[in-house]
C-alpha cells in the first residue's frame, strides 16, 4: 500500500534578503513617551547634568 503513496520533497527555498516592514501606524503610547523624555533632557539640562 505504500508503494502507491507518492512522496513530495519541499523546493529549496532561496535565501531571501530581510525585507523591511512598512511602517504602519504610530501606537498610541510613542507620544507620551517622546514628551516623556524630552521633559526629561530638558530637566537635566537645566540643573546643570551632573549632580553635585
Known sequence: MSDNVIKFRRPEKKSEPPVKRPRGPLPGWLPFAVLLGVAIVIFF??????PG
Do not use: D, E, L, R
Request: aromatic share 0%; hydrophobic share 15%; charged share 0%.
Open 45 to 50: 539640562v537645566q540643573s546643570g547634568g551632573s
